[in-house]
């Protein structure tokens, strides 16, 4: 078994893609690519698949991530330029490298926000840290475990946040040598 980190982007019309939704777009991308996954036992299989926070509908992102389990390994960049090509319009995927096995995707907790500033307000505190500042944009670092995004929405509007960048942070991650990948035909090619 081989755990994959996949990193990606949904700007434009994606952004309006439900999270619910988005975990079936690439369940169906996956398959559609011919992937060696890996699936959950017993009577109803799953894919076996992991994805970071979830991401408020409206909210272009530019660093989100996904893991999936595979039976075999692949080529990384063979397999995101494959992708890349039955995404919808608005997603593409940015990274992909194996990690251990062990890793967990809940580690994943942090994120920045830029949001642009509006001249009524003039306190932007709240639970988060301002990283920076500066005469148009606001960058929020937000701890997301428990976080509520409506406090977010209430003090800055929905129409004003820009985008969220996931902070990941990654301590096991090893680019593996092609050499030693034994590839399916269909992602080899």
Known sequence: MYKLRITYTKE?????????????????????VGVPLSFSEGYNKHIRISFGPAVPLGISCKNEVF??????????????????????SGMELKECRYIDISDKISSINKALYTIKKIDVLSDYAGPWEIVNEDTQTLILKINLLGFKHKILFDKFGMENIIERNLIVFQNTISLLNPDNYKSRQDIKN
């Not at 434009?12 to 559609?32: C, D, G, S």
């Not at 990384?76 to 919808?88: A, G, S, T, W």
């Open 67 to 88: 893991d999936i389990i595979l039976q075999e390994k692949i080529i990384p960049e063979i397999f995101k330029e494959k992708m890349n090509m039955f995404l919808p």
């Open 12 to 32: 434009q019309n994606a952004k309006f893609i439900p999270f619910n939704y988005l975990t079936k777009v690439f369940e169906r991308t996956l398959r559609r």
